[in-house]
């Protein structure tokens, strides 16, 4: 089991929360937070966990339009949001697809919707047209999100991801910018 950094107090924050871009220091966390993700719950229908060097593979060899922002309380890391291209077709360019995760402690005290906010933000100067979101349907807190922040229901894939021995419907959310 993937558990939270040891050296974090959890309970009490130290400091205010910030939103800085990702960096190489970052990935240790925001692999330890993504690989909760991928055991535990159907955010991410990745089956085994991701390696650091996989990770800091994924940070370092981006495009700088497909951003990685991190939230953070000092050094401690509490979750991320990554920019990622929807298809390596060039005429699909214009649209980028956000994926977001929060470290299990920090969920449900608005750092999904800050990282979100903030990756609006970044994709508008970075002269996006829409974003995408996938979201699976027992995940309820991302369809509020979502639906807060303007992304409209485009679609729904049935049956399209297994994790845990179910399939799972697959949501498409997208947001003009």
């Known amino acids: 089991m993937v558990t939270a950094d040891p050296t974090a107090d959890n309970r009490n924050p130290k400091g205010p929360l910030s ?3 990702a960096g190489t220091q970052d990935v240790p966390a925001i692999t330890r937070i993504f690989n909760h993700a991928i055991a535990h719950t159907t955010a991410s229908f990745y ?3 991701r390696s650091i060097e ?3 593979h994924w940070l370092t060899q981006r495009d700088p339009r497909n951003a990685v922002w991190v939230a953070a309380y000092g050094t ?3 979750g991320w949001v990554a920019l990622d291209p929807w298809s390596e077709k060039e005429g699909y360019r214009i649209t980028t697809e956000i994926s977001y995760y929060i470290a299990n402690d920090f969920q449900g005290q608005g750092i999904g919707s800050q990282l979100v906010a903030k990756s609006i933000e ?3 100067q970075n002269e996006f047209q829409n974003i995408l979101a996938k979201i699976c349907e027992n995940n309820l807190a991302s369809i509020r999100i979502a639906e807060r922040f303007g992304f409209q ?3 729904t894939l049935k049956s399209i991801g297994r994790k845990f021995n179910q399939t799972f419907d697959v949501h498409f959310y997208q ?3």
């Open 54 to 56: 996989q990770r800091t």
């Open 153 to 155: 229901h485009s679609g």
């Open 175 to 177: 947001k003009q910018l």
């Open 19 to 21: 939103i800085r871009a």
């Open 76 to 78: 401690n890391v509490v």
């Open 122 to 124: 970044v994709a508008q």
């Open 47 to 49: 089956a085994q966990p």
